[in-house]
T-cell receptor
Framework: EAGVAQSPRYKIIEKRQSVAFWCNPI?????LYWYQQILGQGPKLLIQ????????DSQLPKDRFSAERLKGVDSTLKIQPAKLEDSAVYLC?????????????FGSGTRLTVV | DAKTTQPTSMDCAEGRAANLPCNHS???????VYWYRQIHSQGPQYIIH???NNETNEMASLIITEDRKSSTLILPHATLRDTAVYYC??????????FGTGTRLTIIP
């Protein structure tokens, strides 16, 4: 089966600019996650979707970050305006809701550098 | 979700078994132990998970102690491609994976 697709692979922007990342999960996976991974740290969950509804966005900095999954398939994560500390890899993952027999599948991520 | 403790780094000789420990002393009865690994510049990759019985698949074995307060991931014949950061994660019913800082495993030729 095809994996989780993310684009772009790399992005360099200046601080205060805006940026958007795109994720296409595995077909049929109802649950989608966005993680932020700062260099040297483990991934940190930003937001969790179940179909097109938000399940958990408690760690999403809502003053500058937003995410949507309008049709319950693809998702976009936006940062506006970006700060230097937003430099990180942004990972998207998906899985089937309630299925404990399979692990989460992660994409390769988008590496964001804010200068 | 229960917190996990792992060594920061480990080395293992190529061809030998790599044994990665994890402590999860506050784990509760319905929480699973998951292991993921992350090779440089890639997303985390699922390895194995278990509840209380030992588990084995084509990648690794997972040994969970009887009191479930610790576990060990075993890579039976480590290769250079197993060099990665390994994450031990305890997951409950909220469908979320909470990552720590993991163990950086280096396979030595």
């Amino acid at each position: 089966e095809a994996g989780v697709a993310q684009s772009p692979r790399y992005k360099i922007i200046e601080k205060r600019q805006s940026v958007a990342f795109w994720c296409n999960p595995i077909s049929g996976h109802a649950t989608l996650y966005w993680y932020q991974q700062i260099l040297g740290q483990g991934p940190k969950l930003l937001i969790q979707f179940q179909n097109n509804g938000v399940v958990d966005d408690s760690q999403l900095p809502k003053d500058r970050f937003s995410a949507e999954r309008l049709k319950g398939v693809d998702s976009t994560l936006k940062i506006q305006p970006a700060k230097l500390e937003d430099s990180a890899v942004y990972l998207c993952a998906s899985r089937t809701w309630g299925d404990i027999t399979y692990g989460y599948t992660f994409g390769s991520g988008t590496r964001l550098t804010v200068v | 979700d229960a917190k996990t403790t792992q060594p920061t780094s480990m080395d293992c000789a190529e061809g030998r078994a790599a044994n990665l420990p994890c402590n999860h002393s506050t784990i509760s009865g319905n929480e699973y132990v998951y292991w993921y690994r992350q090779i440089h510049s890639q997303g985390p990759q699922y390895i194995i998970h278990g509840l209380k019985n030992n588990e084995t698949n084509e990648m690794a074995s997972l040994i969970i102690t009887e009191d479930r307060k610790s576990s060990t991931l075993i890579l039976p014949h480590a290769t250079l491609r197993d060099t990665a950061v390994y994450y031990c994660i305890v997951r409950g019913g909220n469908e979320k994976l909470t990552f720590g800082t993991g163990t950086r495993l280096t396979i030595i030729p």
